[in-house]
């Protein structure tokens, strides 16, 4: 069975930093990009970014863009999001999210259960 | 960046009856690389359509989606009780955007 499972998630104050990880198990994680898409209270989705299957490549939203890192490691099945400068607005469910055939182009067929990070003081 | 607006924001309807809704883009989607998705509360999102057309893999085929270039739809033929819920259009042609999606209530 395929699944994600995202952890890290917290209380922190602003200005702070949080990683996320989101382990991968059901799929061959390496040859498949990942995303993050985060959801604040009562919100609607946001896609956060995306990193290729071999890690070399990576894109970010424009609102997280020089604060959050996406990174993988595909020797633990693992992906992660280093979170920095946090913000107030930065407070959201994180999902981590598998493409349906591994392209970075693609749909999202399996998501995590999601981990909640607030940013507050 | 391609913005995503969904219409009606909020849909009220009966068991058994047709739902219609509409996404709409500011530019053209390339290639239909259009997807639709359906989450609950407290839930994560949940694929339902992907390319505009194609249903996921153990979607009833009371789901179907179409349109192509900048207008898409997502129809529910007859509602059923466990599919009044919030759905999101995506676009994956251009970077990635979501539409602020249209919640599917008992009228």
């Known amino acids: 069975e395929v699944q994600l499972l995202e952890s890290g998630g917290g209380l922190v104050q602003p200005g702070g930093s949080l990683r996320l990880s989101c382990a991968a198990s059901?799929?061959?994680?390496?040859?498949?990009?990942m995303n993050w898409v985060r959801q604040a209270p009562g919100k609607g989705l946001e896609w956060v970014s995306v990193?290729?299957?071999?890690?070399?490549?990576?894109y970010y939203a424009d609102s997280v863009k020089g604060r959050f890192t996406i990174s993988r490691d595909n020797s633990k099945n693992t992906l992660y999001l280093q979170m920095n400068s946090l913000r107030a607005e930065d407070t959201a469910v994180y999902y981590c999210?598998?493409?349906?055939?591994?392209?970075?182009?693609?749909?999202?067929?399996?998501w995590g259960q999601g981990t909640m990070v607030i940013v507050s003081s | 960046e391609i913005v995503l607006t969904q219409s009606p924001g909020t849909l009220s309807l009966s068991p058994g009856e047709r739902a219609t809704l509409s996404c709409r883009a500011t530019q053209s989607v390339s290639s239909n690389y259009l997807a639709w998705y359906q989450q609950k509360p407290g839930q994560a999102p949940r694929l339902l359509i992907s390319g505009a057309s194609n249903r996921a893999t153990g979607i009833p085929d009371r789901f179907s989606g179409s349109g192509s270039g900048t207008d898409f739809t997502l129809t529910i033929s007859r509602l059923e009780p466990e599919d009044f819920a919030v759905y999101y259009c995506q676009q994956y042609g251009s970077a990635w955007t979501f539409g602020q999606g249209t919640k599917v209530e008992i009228k």
């Open positions: 059901g799929f061959m994680f390496n040859i498949y990009a």
């Open positions: 999210a598998k493409p349906l055939r591994g392209l970075a182009r693609d749909a999202f067929d399996v």
């Open positions: 990193i290729s299957g071999r890690g070399d490549t990576t």
